[in-house]
């Protein structure tokens, strides 16, 4: 019943394909009018980074964050450093330098202007009790009253050193530079325009004696932005390697022209789709478009390569054509369906990112069964016949087929194939146990070590206690709730319990603004400089340190104004994976004890750059034991059901698991930690395997249909779809290659190298594997092909 219902779905097929055959123009105009379709989109296609897609929205730490970006400031946060080299800042020239910075920052676009922060800032103020006992403060810095003289510039000093959220905070402790810090509104940022306003400021203050820092997300977002003609610049070279490739393959006009083709219109369909539905083109994830753009190509390859050799047999072009499509339609529209399902599972990731990526990427890799499968067999039914019919490359093909003969083509040979790939995968579990979910190193891996962005981010953090910053949110349930004595010291308590990390580098709170200006109540006498017992004193000393600034909101950055939420910040230095899993852990626990003491107290993680990263790298984990999984069990499942035979999914599975092992094992030799960036390119690589293992069972299968012995049906694979897999993954490869070479971001040329060496391991695998395999476990739904009345191969 089964094998009858599924030859009626193959007979349905081929009269399918009779109908293609037939009308030739009539698809090939289809496929055109909707490359038009698509080609009128493209000036919809967007180019830029959207921070928040690339946050778990569902995430709690995410959520926590999104709370209180907008009052006590998010992760996009620039961080200037103007360093002194000789002396300290307090010299007229530096402070007005720091002050000039401050300025300049303070009117870039997208700036939050109420979280604006420096020495030389209005909200900056030395706070003290006047001859009638009043509250009053003064700006540590005022350029309008001239230059300071040196009693006035020693006086500046002390001053700052007796103010704690400004000592270390904003001053370095060796009083050597200064920090200029200012949050953006992620609502509207323009991280290009806000880039090149930034680079400007801080080419004007370029001055002699003095060092100009910069770090930040918006920073580093910038910097990716500067390097889009760079990238156009790979797009036109990568175009040329494939090209001549092509031409060293094929050496024949339709051999180059149509994956070329293939390439264009596939491109047209991806980029226009994703035009229309408003998805934006990540930069940091535009290796993946490359490689499937060349996977069309390769797609194309295998038709072409295939018409050719059917062409040397049956010397004419149409019955070439049909006769490629008949042999290739099910292992090529096979492969690319895994391909684009193993992309769209990209969907279950938790960032809209993933989303957005696995829904663009998946449809962009479907559509080559148009733009490729279908356009190249129709194309070289309507083209002129080439004159020269005899097929090309054929010493290289016999090379291949003694190779195996001598290896996989032998019970021993096979035997030991296998034996090697067992023992490999065992090596490999070492180097995987290495691999972190998460940054591995200070600093950014999107950039080279020696980038201005990762020698600022450097610089500042030997100066000052840390540019990383984590958030807490406390939050009670009425009004004024954060005034009581027992969630002031809580606060406390919560702040000593995370100074126990040694990497913290300091931290800031409203506890420590109360304790400063209660001293000042007393004569400035240091007994006074505690918690006092009620909330109204509290209260009262809040109001003070408030009402002694003319400027509104001088609280802003520790409390609401409704005081039922203070923000806890802390300082660290990296925001590696095991930075973040060592705070997460000891915020928890210190969060676990502060709520049985106050169980009607809110404490929750996570703001800043290190409460969100925490938030990344735990849902990367969960979509990460997702996704992968997820592919490989689809990729089980279709061949499975194409081929109605486990053993068939199992052994289409078997190189994919061995080459994302072997992945997994680069990874952990290299450092390449698992993060937002690189799960998208394993996913994609590790359905790339399908299809040279697809291609290649397929071809042992005709052959055996034919030759009726195993080995040499093997040998005659490989000597033929061998050598087309073998420049399939070349062409795969040739589509990243360029950025290893010309890319100045790191990472993409850390990804290329990456899909490089999947390519390669998955290339190896499905030929050796999947041939010693058979030889070795003659698997029945190879050994029972033949061809039915239609001509169709099947089991």
Same mark, same amino acid.
């Given at each position: ?19 293609? @055959? ?16 698509? *080609? ?68 870039? =676009? ?7 922060? $420096? ?7 030395? %706070? ?6 009043? @509250? ?9 009253? *001239?230059?300071?003289?040196? #009693? ?14 400004? @000592? ?11 920090? +200029? ?16 306003? /930034? ?19 918006? +920073?580093?977002t910038g910097w990716v932005y500067t390097y889009l003609n760079q990238i156009i610049e790979i797009l036109a070279w990568t175009l040329a390697l494939l090209a001549t490739l092509l031409i060293v393959y094929f050496r024949r006009f339709y051999g180059i022209a149509l994956p070329l083709l293939g390439i264009a219109l596939s491109t047209i369909w991806g980029l226009g789709f994703m035009a229309m539905v408003g998805i934006n083109l990540e930069p940091l ?16 390859v295998q038709l072409v390569a295939r018409y050719y050799e059917e062409l040397d047999i049956v010397k004419d072009g149409k019955k070439a054509a049909r006769n490629s499509l008949d042999a290739l339609f099910r292992p090529g529209s096979l492969a690319i369906i895994v391909d684009a399902v193993g992309i769209a599972v990209l969907m279950l990731g938790a960032a809209p990112f993933n989303h957005k990526l696995g829904l663009a990427a998946g449809f962009w890799g479907f559509s080559v069964i148009f733009t490729v499968h279908f356009m190249v067999p129709l194309a070289l039914t309507v083209l002129p016949q080439p004159k020269k019919t005899e097929n090309a490359n054929q010493g290289v093909r016999d090379f291949l087929g003694k190779a195996m003969a001598l290896t996989g083509g032998t019970d ?14 065992? *090596? ?22 020696? !980038? ?44 000593? !319990?995370? /100074?126990?990390? =040694? ?16 001293? /000042? ?69 210190? %969060? ?51 081929? $109605? ?12 698991? @061995? ?48 030759? !009726? ?30 950025? %290893? ?12 190298? /990456?899909? $490089? ?5 998955? #290339? ?32």
């Amino acid at each position: 019943m089964v094998s009858q219902f599924k030859h009626s779905i193959t007979h349905k097929l081929h009269k399918g394909e009779e109908w293609l @055959f037939a009308n030739p123009k009539i698809v090939l105009a289809l496929i055109l009018a909707m490359t038009v379709v698509f *080609g009128l989109a493209l000036p919809k296609l967007r180019v830029y980074s959207d921070f928040a897609d690339l946050l778990p929205q569902n995430h709690p730490y995410i959520q926590v964050y999104n709370r209180l970006k907008e009052n006590f400031g998010g992760a996009n946060m620039i961080v200037m450093s103007i360093e002194v080299e000789q002396g300290t800042i307090f010299n007229n020239e530096t402070l007005k330098l720091v002050h000039e910075a401050t300025q300049g920052v303070d009117g870039l =676009p997208s700036v939050n202007h109420n979280l604006v922060n $420096s020495l030389t800032h209005r909200t900056s103020r030395k %706070i003290y009790v006047d001859q009638y006992g009043g @509250f009053q403060s003064d700006s540590y810095y005022d350029p309008l009253k *001239g230059d300071l003289s040196v #009693a006035q510039l020693e006086q500046l000093k002390k001053d700052v050193i007796a103010n704690p959220t400004i @000592f270390g905070l904003l001053v370095s402790p060796d009083l050597k530079a200064a920090l +200029v810090k200012a949050q953006l509104n992620e609502s509207d940022l323009d991280y290009e325009k806000t880039f090149a306003a /930034l680079q400007k400021v801080r080419a004007d203050l370029a001055a002699p004696g003095h060092k100009i820092y910069v770090t930040g997300n918006p +920073v580093l977002t910038g910097w990716v932005y500067t390097y889009l003609n760079q990238i156009i610049e790979i797009l036109a070279w990568t175009l040329a390697l494939l090209a001549t490739l092509l031409i060293v393959y094929f050496r024949r006009f339709y051999g180059i022209a149509l994956p070329l083709l293939g390439i264009a219109l596939s491109t047209i369909w991806g980029l226009g789709f994703m035009a229309m539905v408003g998805i934006n083109l990540e930069p940091l994830s535009l290796p993946i478009p490359f490689l499937i753009a060349a996977r069309a190509t390769s797609h194309g390859v295998q038709l072409v390569a295939r018409y050719y050799e059917e062409l040397d047999i049956v010397k004419d072009g149409k019955k070439a054509a049909r006769n490629s499509l008949d042999a290739l339609f099910r292992p090529g529209s096979l492969a690319i369906i895994v391909d684009a399902v193993g992309i769209a599972v990209l969907m279950l990731g938790a960032a809209p990112f993933n989303h957005k990526l696995g829904l663009a990427a998946g449809f962009w890799g479907f559509s080559v069964i148009f733009t490729v499968h279908f356009m190249v067999p129709l194309a070289l039914t309507v083209l002129p016949q080439p004159k020269k019919t005899e097929n090309a490359n054929q010493g290289v093909r016999d090379f291949l087929g003694k190779a195996m003969a001598l290896t996989g083509g032998t019970d021993g040979g096979a035997r030991s194939i296998l034996v090697l790939t067992l023992i490999g995968a065992i *090596g490999a579990t070492y180097f995987v146990s290495m691999v972190k979910l998460g940054e591995s190193e200070p600093g950014s891996p999107l950039l080279h070590h020696d !980038h201005d962005y990762n020698i600022s981010t450097a610089a500042i953090n030997e100066r000052f206690p840390g540019s990383e910053e984590l958030h807490v949110s406390v939050r009670t349930k009425e009004k004024g709730g954060i005034k009581q004595p027992e969630v002031m010291r809580a606060i406390e308590r919560f702040q000593a !319990h995370m /100074l126990n990390d =040694p990497t913290v580098g300091g931290t800031k709170a409203i506890p420590g603004v109360v304790r400063v200006v209660n001293k /000042l109540t007393h004569n400035d006498d240091p007994r006074w400089m505690q918690i006092p017992d009620t909330s109204r004193e509290v209260g009262g000393l809040m109001f003070a340190y408030m009402a002694s600034s003319p400027i509104p909101g001088a609280l802003k950055e520790f409390v609401t104004p409704d005081e039922s939420e203070a923000d806890i910040v802390f300082y660290y230095k990296d925001h590696q994976a095991d930075t973040i899993n060592r705070v997460v852990a000891l915020a928890e626990e210190g %969060i676990a004890q502060l709520r049985k003491e106050l169980p009607d107290v809110e404490i929750a993680l996570g703001g800043g750059i290190i409460g969100v990263n925490a938030a990344v790298n735990q849902s990367l984990h969960t979509d990460h034991m997702i996704i992968i999984p997820a592919v490989m069990i689809l990729a089980f499942v279709l061949v499975m059901v194409y081929y $109605s035979s486990l053993h068939a999914g199992w052994l289409m599975v078997l190189p994919m698991l @061995f080459a994302t092992l072997m992945t997994y094992a680069y990874m952990g030799a290299m450092g390449i930690g698992i993060n937002v960036n690189t799960v998208p390119v394993i996913a994609v690589g590790v359905g790339v395997g399908i299809d040279y293992a697809v291609y290649f069972m397929d071809r042992i299968r005709e052959e055996f249909a034919e030759l !009726h012995d195993i080995k040499q049906a093997v040998i005659r694979a490989v000597a033929t779809t061998g050598y087309a897999v073998s420049f399939t993954a070349i062409t795969l490869i040739a589509g990243v290659v360029m950025w %290893i070479f010309m890319s100045d971001l790191r990472f993409q040329s850390d990804a290329a190298i /990456l899909l $490089s060496f999947m390519l390669i391991v998955n #290339a190896i695998a499905a030929v050796l594997i999947v041939p010693a395999w058979c030889v070795v476990f003659k698997p029945k739904f190879v050994t029972a092909a033949h061809y039915d009345e239609d001509g169709v191969l099947e089991a």
